[in-house]
């Protein structure tokens, strides 16, 4: 019985401490890291913003997303004043939100064509795309950094 008791008293601040001391991994909310991603877009080429009526999310080929991230999206963009859509590029021509006469759409279509995520770290690669003149390349980090995630890199891969 002793020597149970001293087993015990010896292994549990042992297992007390050892999972005191791991860390917490970081949660992937996957509305959250796609709205960093996107909203990271934006201040790239800002002309293609210039006098936009939308911003239209082609969520397509996002991964791993339910209908609440993506509401969480679309309002993570409203601070951008305009009205904020989930479309792709078909479905805006078939509204009627582009230009005919300009070719011109009247918002940006934001895309994703490629992510990679791991335990701290979500890239995407995609573009914003105005007209066939009018689109730009993008790619995004987004890593976890002292306990939050945050865009660390946004640059254009291509301009057309």
Known sequence: MKIAKLFLCLILPS?????ACTKTKPTKDMGELYSLALDAYMPI????????KYIAIDMSTFKDLDNTDKKQILLYLNKYNVEVIEATYDQLKSKGLFNPQTKVFDGVLLRVEKTEISNKKFVVEGSKFRSGDGAIGTKVIVEYINGKWQVTKADGTWIS
């Open 45 to 52: 080429d800002e002309g293609l913003n210039g006098n936009m």
């Open 15 to 19: 297992v007390m401490l050892a999972t």
